[in-house]
């Protein structure tokens, strides 16, 4: 019976196949560092913050160590394709796992078709006059098709994407290096003067940064869902979260500081371009457009991969806890196939409104996902305070990452979650986000408060 009380075990993923390898596990780990959003969404941060974005992601890069660090103790003691929604049931109840379940859920397959539009827009450039949605489609088929036969096809696409997106953002950052350094042939040094204003646009340009970088971060929750269908679980959360920190540090921090010491911050080629175009145009790379544009592209198609994995893998979880229809939890050679399915289905509806109902719904969609991530990493740490100390009354022997200075540094985290929601209160273009995630995120809880009660009564 799926539980219904605080502390017990809330499922086991028995029906699910353990067909990930641990080199999979590795690339996911180390490729779902590398998301879409850096390439994307970094060029505004940086027109907005200057120089000054190295700090804000360096800022948020301490966040996201420790809610990492937070969520590998718990999946490391009790690993779960539910991840974070069943570690919040087991620590504070049904109620908490069914609102950070659902409303991830809904996180992922939104994006799914997000990047859908993303990567079509892009093919579209390539092949003009070919219809975006038809790209979106083809997509969608592709990657629901390798979700649906078995999680080792899954494991298969990440791997080679990520290691697509390892080498290449490793080859940016060496060439920039060495051009910072003076010594790529054919390139001047421009030492430091890219760095002199330092905040140009003041505070109110570094809060846009600081609110841009933190949600380039999401996407790293996926290796503790995948580690369940893990040969080794414990040893794959474990490596995992161990080396966030250098790869945090190198791709995201080191990859901004090369940009901005290469490229002017108020060039309109960083935003039109994106930044990493404009970088490798600036050392006069032949072709830096197109190749960062297959680069994006992977990155895209990467992410969509891996959000219907894990949209599929947090509904099967929900429902294995009595909290889904249990349609969605039917199980076939190891695959939730139906929750495939439907997180697909509801991913291209996405795509669709944002053809139909470009100026009401799908708007009021994006909103309302725009916050889910602080969401989940509130619920993260708080359950990370309540479930250590059973831990270690319990079954210390499980505690085999450990979060750093334990309560202190989880207590910084929460007062970090905290000093973002209270930014996005002040912007007027992240408020109506805050405002709208709040509305889904109560009314998930009061629906998953009522189940609570009912199994509870019944």
Known sequence: MPSTTAGTPPESDAALSHGLKQRHL??????????????????????????????????????????????????????????????AERALGPWAGFTAGWSFWVLLCTAVG????????????????????????????????????????????????????????????????????????????PGASHLTDFLPNGGEGLVVGLLASVFAYGGLETVTIAAAESEDPVRGVASAVRTAMWRIALFYIGSMAVIVTLVPWDSKEVVEKGPYVAALDQLGIPGAGQLMNVVVLAALLSAMNANIYGASRIAYSLVERGQGPKALGRVSAGVPRTAVLVSCVFGFVCVLLSYWRPDDVFPWLLNMIGAVILVVWIFIAVSQLRLRGRLEREAPEKLVVRMWAFPVLTWVALAGMAAVFVLMAREPGTRVQLYSTGGMTAFLAAAGYLWQRRRAGG
């Open 26 to 87: 590795s690339m996911i780990a180390l490729g779902g560092v590398i998301g879409a959003g850096l390439f994307v969404g970094s060029g505004a941060g940086i027109a907005a913050a200057g120089p000054s974005i190295v700090l804000a992601y360096a800022l948020s890069g301490l966040l996201v160590m420790l809610v990492m660090r937070m969520l590998g103790e718990m999946s490391a003691a009790h690993p779960s394709s539910g991840s974070f929604s069943a570690h």
């Open 114 to 189: 997000l990047e859908g539009i993303g990567a079509a827009k892009i093919v579209t450039g390539w092949l003009p006059g070919t219809p975006e949605w038809a790209w979106v489609a083809l997509f969608m088929v592709v990657f629901c098709g390798a979700n649906l036969a078995a999680v080792k096809n899954f494991g298969e696409f990440e791997f080679w994407f990520a290691a697509l997106k390892v080498v290449a953002i490793t080859l940016f950052l060496a060439l920039g290096v060495l051009a910072i350094a003076g010594v790529l042939p054919g390139t001047d040094s």
